[in-house]
Nanobody, 114 residues
Framework: QVQLVESGGGLVQAGESLRLSCAASGSIFILNDMGWYRQTPGKQRELVAITGGGRTNYADFVKGRFTISRDNAKKTVYLQMNSLKPDDTAVYYC?????????WGKGTLVTVSS
């Protein structure tokens, strides 16, 4: 069974950086899609960045500031977040899409103060 565990969230000031990690356990295929989403109260979960099959895509609001990467040997995907803004405050969720199934972590809270 696939499990995802996020870490690295916290409280930072605007302009600072954070690095989120998502460790996967279970049977993971290298070419599947793994990504990061975020959600704030009252809003739908939105895509932040995704990587898989040699491609990487970012939401427009993080382009140039966030970088997604993965270490297949460690079954881990990372999200390097630079130049953080108060609008980036959200719960960040790790996602794995594999064989038609979406797997989610429990999320990690990122709070950016102005």
């Amino acid at each position: 069974q696939v499990q995802l565990v996020e870490s690295g969230g916290g409280l930072v000031q605007a302009g600072e950086s954070l690095r989120l990690s998502c460790a996967a356990s279970g049977s993971i295929f290298i070419l599947n899609d793994m990504g990061w989403y975020r959600q704030t109260p009252g809003k739908q979960r939105e895509l932040v960045a995704i990587t898989g099959g040699g491609r990487t895509n970012y939401a427009d609001f993080v382009k140039g500031r966030f970088t997604i990467s993965r270490d297949n040997a460690k079954k881990t995907v990372y999200l390097q977040m630079n130049s953080l803004k108060p609008d980036d405050t959200a719960v960040y969720y790790c996602n794995l899409y594999q064989r038609g199934v979406d797997y989610w972590g429990k999320g990690t809270l990122v709070t950016v103060s102005s």
